[in-house]
């Protein structure tokens, strides 16, 4: 250990934790060869430099810039931050870590406290490699008050499974060039960058068993790699977070073994995002990883992913909204499952929507799009879903409308609209293949539009009206249930059969109307109310666990097939 702040010569003596302060000027450099064979090694002042190389094989290497600091071999962290001091203006550049050389241990820690917030505090433009103990990842922390910026090489890559890397500051910027890479043999690691899952905000989403401090700026400059990929293994796990602006326009890669799982990444931000950037989350023959983009309010559309200027590596927000452009989120979910999510905090409503058009080509495994908005959802032009690809759309606070067409191609997966208290209007000329769930709740109206044939997946809604209107027949494969005392459902299909024979749970009245030799069949496991209801010439079958009765007439065209009522132990009026 080397330091020029001051140390008791009791706590020395004792060989016990060293609580170290003090506000010399002085600064250590390393311009040669440092090598601990069973050690750890530790230099401390208010500028620390190494431009040579420093290896501790089988223990902890750590460089730290300030005036306070506590060393110790208790938990995971060995170089402990005090609160901060004045700083003493020592060394060129003010309170600083600055690695050109190359730095080899099982842990590796460099941090640097006090001073200007947003002033250099990290600079690693060399190597940083973190090789564990007994080929088992290992832990690297590049963590500081102000600046870190990363343009060399950062690596926790093992034979097992991938070590764990933290990069995090009040800003952070990731260089073109960069490598920051935590590969495993087997299972990817995790790389935390300016924070943790959605911010540290639900510590049962952390990823650190320690809390990783927000950055309030982080840039991930195009160039820039990152990586967390398993070999034989799943995909490992990559945050990328800010409290205020996110500008990531690198490449993510954690890709898993044959017949694995690709892994999870998470570029997002408390404030504004600008996603222009890739992320690789396959695995050959084996489950696809997860994207999660997470801005307050966002807008998909032709425009730049961008809303603000890049100077000096900053990304500086000039608007609230942001934008995810439609070429980078089709590549996206060419690469992984997307997750849009915004947040219920801040200024802004948390809103998604599609300003232009949109369509993707997903991988063999097939991808989806979900859509998760604090406030309301709006498709504001066309979206297009491929034959494997599948969307699930979920709003808060706000309605999920349209005003494009949505279309699926033959043999899509499942939609699902989810709106809370709100409404559901999907009444444009759309293109649903697969099965549509929707789910409200409150006294809001649903209304789903269909040009082609309708299969209703299982939905549950409120007690405001249910109106499905379909070009082709109307089936389903899973029950339909609304709250009491619900509106009129509507069910209009054209020339064309109503089939709707699972154990629903209608509590308004059910209209139905066809056209055609097509027949009619409802089951419904309450007592049902009967709407005004013109149906063809086919059969009309209805089958109810409680009384029938009806609200309107019911008119069948000439020459009509059977009709059958059935109500059980219960009227039929």
Do not use: C
Request: no cysteine; glycine share 16%.
């Amino acid at each position: 250990t080397a330091s020029t702040l001051d140390v008791s010569n009791t706590e020395f003596l004792l060989g016990k934790d060293l609580n170290l302060s003090g506000r010399s000027g002085a600064a250590i450099a390393n311009l040669g060869a440092i090598e601990a064979s069973a050690g750890n090694v530790y230099l401390i002042a208010q500028q620390v430099t190494n431009a040579g190389s420093i290896t501790a094989a089988n223990g902890t290497v750590g460089l730290a810039a300030g005036t306070q600091f506590t060393l110790t071999q208790n938990g995971t962290d060995h170089v402990l931050l005090g609160a901060p001091g004045a700083s003493a203006g020592g060394g060129a550049g003010g309170v600083a870590v600055l690695n050109s050389g190359t730095i080899q241990a099982a842990q590796v820690e460099l941090k640097a406290e006090g001073g200007n917030l947003y002033a250099l505090a990290i600079n690693n433009t060399g190597v940083v490699r973190a090789t564990g103990v007994q080929n088992a990842g290992g832990r690297i922390l590049l963590t500081a008050d102000g600046t870190v910026d990363v343009s060399g090489t950062v690596d926790a890559d093992a034979k097992a499974a991938g070590g764990q890397i933290i990069v995090t500051g009040a800003n952070v910027n990731i260089e073109s060039g960069a490598v920051i890479s935590a590969n495993g043999g087997t299972h990817g690691g995790t790389v935390l960058i300016g924070g943790d899952r959605a911010g540290g905000s639900n510590s049962s989403l952390d990823l650190s068993s320690t809390p990783v401090a927000n950055a309030e700026h982080t840039t991930v400059t195009a160039g820039a790699r990152i990586s967390a990929n398993g070999a034989s293994g799943s995909g490992g796990d990559v945050v990328v977070w800010s409290n205020d602006t996110t500008d990531f326009e690198g490449t993510i890669s954690a890709r898993g073994g044959e017949g694995t799982s690709g892994g999870f990444a998470e570029v997002s931000s408390h404030g504004v995002l600008n996603f222009t950037g890739t992320a690789a989350l396959r695995a050959p023959d084996g489950l696809m990883g997860n994207l999660l983009l997470d801005p307050e309010n966002v807008t998909i559309s032709n425009g730049a992913t961008f809303n603000g200027s890049l100077s000096g590596g900053t990304f500086t927000p000039t608007g609230n909204n942001s934008i995810l452009n439609v070429t980078n989120l089709e590549t996206a979910l060419g690469l992984s499952n997307v997750t849009v999510t915004t947040g219920l905090t801040g200024a802004q409503a948390g809103n998604i929507t599609l300003a232009n058009a949109l369509t993707w080509v997903p991988p063999g495994g097939g991808s989806t799009l979900s859509l998760n908005a604090a406030g309301g959802v709006f498709f504001n032009a066309a979206l297009t879903i491929p034959a494997n690809g599948s969307l699930s759309v979920t709003s808060g606070t706000g309605a999920i409308t349209q005003i494009g067409a949505i279309t699926q191609a033959a043999g899509a997966g499942a939609a699902s609209f989810s709106a809370g208290a709100n409404a559901i209007t999907l009444t444009q000329a759309n293109h649903f293949t697969g099965a549509v769930s929707l789910s409200n709740s409150g006294a809001n109206n649903v209304s789903l539009t269909n040009a082609v044939a309708t299969k209703l997946g299982a939905s549950s809604v409120g007690s405001g009206t249910l109106t499905v209107t379909s070009t082709g027949a109307i089936t389903q494969t899973g029950a339909i249930t609304q709250a009491a005392g619900a509106g009129i459902t509507t069910f209009k299909a054209g020339a064309n059969a109503i089939t709707l024979t699972q154990n629903n749970d209608f509590t308004g009245a059910v209209v139905l109307s066809n056209s055609g030799a097509n027949n009619v069949s409802l089951t419904n496991a309450a007592a049902t109310k009967l709407g005004a209801s013109g149906v063809g010439s086919g059969t009309l079958t209805v089958n109810s666990t409680g009384a029938i009765t009806q609200t309107g007439a019911i008119t069948q065209a000439a020459g009509a097939g059977i009709t059958t009522f059935k109500a059980g132990a219960n009227a039929i009026t």
